[in-house]
T-cell receptor, first 113, second 117 residues
Framework: DAKTTQPTSMDCAEGRAANLPCNHSTISGNEYVYWYRQIHSQGPQYIIHGLKNNETNEMASLIITEDRKSSTLILPHATLRDTAVYYCIVRGRRGTGGFKTIFGAGTRLFVKA | DTEVTQTPKHLVMGMTNKKSLKCEQH?????MYWYKQKAKKPPELMFV???????INESVPSRFSPECPNSSLLNLHLHALQPEDSALYLC????????????????FGEGSRLTVL
């Protein structure tokens, strides 16, 4: 599975958009980009995933560059409850043996009032 | 029901004790996972079960022994642990990944916090 690189930490003002970048320059054609977050003392929570098209759900938007070597997770109106560690993960989606989901260091997002 | 339930939430054990962590899900998922997380570090994959069979073991020491007695339950048996094994142990489940509708999303429990004295 491809390795990802994320900034260690980021700040965002409450109510503003939080844009979290992720580099995955070694991504292969059948690998997806997944985002999870982990709020303090809780288990990780799935946010969104995509292959090559931009994706949006009720939590966030995922923008993947045309060459697929990087992506950005966008939280459109960050709240204090969005303070968490955000993990960008790249892996294949098909397989009968479960998904080998490997977490990198992630980005610690601080949303400030 | 979209929950993964882990028990106990907290466990303190001595190095000579034998204890078990339990995980349960009722989402019909056929893949289940154990992760270990130390403070301020990302979760580390330990084991993956698919259709009740061990499919991935990330070179975990034998003092950790996983068991999947049925499709809803996953246990982690602990024996002769060391203080450095103190961590948050996370269980997750997912669909296996054969169908186009499978999202590949992992559903995590809240974890069992283990302290080894």
């Amino acid at each position: 599975d491809a390795k990802t690189t994320q900034p260690t930490s980021m700040d965002c003002a409450e109510g503003r958009a939080a844009n979290l970048p992720c580099n995955h320059s070694t991504i292969s054609g059948n690998e997806y980009v997944y985002w999870y977050r982990q709020i303090h003392s809780q288990g990780p929570q799935y946010i969104i995933h995509g292959l090559k098209n931009n994706e949006t759900n009720e939590m966030a938007s995922l923008i993947i560059t045309e060459d697929r070597k990087s992506s950005t997770l966008i939280l459109p109106h960050a709240t204090l409850r969005d303070t968490a560690v955000y993990y960008c993960i790249v892996r294949g989606r098909r397989g009968t043996g479960g998904f080998k989901t490997i977490f990198g260091a992630g980005t610690r997002l601080f949303v400030k009032a | 029901d979209t929950e993964v339930t882990q028990t106990p939430k907290h466990l303190v054990m001595g190095m000579t004790n034998k204890k078990s962590l339990k995980c349960e899900q009722h989402m019909g998922h056929r893949a289940m996972y154990w992760y270990k997380q130390k403070a301020k570090k990302p979760p580390e994959l330990m084991f993956v079960y698919s259709y009740e069979k061990l499919s991935i073991n990330e070179s975990v020491p034998s003092r950790f022994s996983p068991e999947c007695p049925n499709s809803s339950l996953l246990n982690l048996h602990l024996h002769a642990l060391q203080p450095e094994d103190s961590a948050l142990y996370l269980c997750a489940s997912s669909q296996v990944g054969q169908g186009r509708r499978d999202t590949g999303e992992l559903f995590f429990g809240e974890g069992s916090r283990l302290t080894v004295l």
